[in-house]
Nanobody, 125 residues
């Protein structure tokens, strides 16, 4: 089992930037892909970005492509989400999660577990 703790959320004006972090403890971090998801009030949770265990392959939702960047530091057991040019519609609780199986070669958008508690991102217009 892996435990995940997100940080870095906050209030930012439209066009601004934030960097979210997700720190992992527990089982081996470097063998598992990671993902970021978000949930806005009254909406279902949606996929944002994912990265495989080695960091060599990523996937992004169309709505954040070219604005957000997912990365990881296996030595620090942390995955990051750099968010640039934020828009009011990016307002949500952002959570990280881990692949359910190790060493997946495709970043993907499903089969994640061990969810963190989330961090609030609010973008004002």
């Amino acid at each position: 089992q892996v435990q995940l703790v997100e940080s870095g959320g906050g209030l930012v004006q439209a066009g601004g930037s934030l960097r979210l972090s997700c720190a992992a403890s527990g089982r081996s971090f470097s063998s598992y892909g990671m993902g970021w998801f978000r949930q806005a009030p009254g909406k279902e949770r949606e996929f944002v970005a994912s990265i495989i265990w080695s960091g060599r392959s990523t996937d992004y939702a169309d709505s954040v492509k070219d604005r957000f960047t997912i990365s990881r530091d296996n030595g620090k057991r942390t995955v990051y989400l750099q968010m640039n040019n934020l828009k009011p519609e990016d307002t949500a609780v952002y959570s990280c999660a881990a692949h359910l199986t190790p060493l997946r070669s495709v970043a993907g958008r499903t089969a994640f577990g061990s969810w963190g508690q989330g961090t609030q991102v609010t973008v004002s217009s």
